[in-house]
């Protein structure tokens, strides 16, 4: 007796912020199962690669970005039985994080590829059970704002305190008080390190630039409180 069909896939969250919305990428699919519905991008793992060399793989096929240029991360596993009508297929999705990044172009099994609003994501319906993995993915990154660094992913190499309290605002989809958010940020040990320069491109008086400093967790997680 033989074995049923079976396959990996990579599928990946990625995110950015365009204008004062969170995006998510999104691609068409150009091929069946769910000819042209969107999903998130993605692909099926190669004989001769591991699944971070896919997920890396993925994302310069569906964005241009070298490796090592996004910040990206495993996210989980998803291996429902019927997840994929073709056969059995256990997905690994990783989650990508950068600031401003290009516009997408659709890879090869993809007829188009956008960047899509996540607050308008919600009430779509993705292909396959990508609407969980999309979920998940953006909780994770909510959630690990509140105790890494990992808001200084969407910013640019150096960014005002300013820039930073609009990746928490965007993600967090809140507002928060900028004197204690700045008192915060600047507080908090090993999250930034000032540069000694200055920029006047929030407007208004000179901010002072920032680089991402060498802590890896915050503790005590505070920022959102």
């Not at 591991?50 to 070298?66: K, Q, V």
Request: hydrophobic share 40%; charged share 30%; glycine share 8%.
């Amino acid at each position: 007796m033989g074995h049923p069909p079976f396959a990996v896939t990579v599928d990946l969250v990625v995110l950015t912020l365009t204008g004062d919305e969170l995006c998510a990428l999104v691609v068409r699919r150009g091929v069946s199962p769910y000819l042209g519905e969107w999903a998130l991008p993605g692909g099926f793992v190669r004989e001769d690669e591991d699944l971070a060399d896919a997920a890396r793989r993925e994302l310069a096929e569906e964005t241009g970005l070298a490796p090592g240029t996004v910040h990206i991360e495993q996210l989980g596993g998803y291996g429902a039985p019927d997840r994929d009508p073709r056969m059995r297929v256990v997905t690994v999705a990783y989650l990508a994080l950068a600031p401003d990044l290009p516009a997408p172009r659709a890879g090869t099994d993809a007829a188009e590829a956008r960047w899509a609003p996540v607050r308008a994501l919600r009430q779509e319906h993705l292909a396959f059970d990508h609407d969980r993995i999309l979920a998940d993915g953006v909780e994770r990154a909510r959630a690990k704002l509140e105790y890494s660094p990992l808001a200084t992913a969407f910013c640019a190499p150096e960014f005002t305190v300013a820039e930073l309290r609009r990746v928490y605002e965007l993600v967090w989809d809140t507002r928060l008080d900028p004197r204690n958010f700045h008192r915060k940020v600047t507080g908090a040990e090993g999250l930034l390190e000032p540069t000694g320069r200055t920029t006047t491109r929030d407007g208004g008086r000179p901010a002072r630039l920032y680089r991402r400093g060498r802590a890896e967790l915050l503790y005590p997680p505070m920022l959102r409180s």
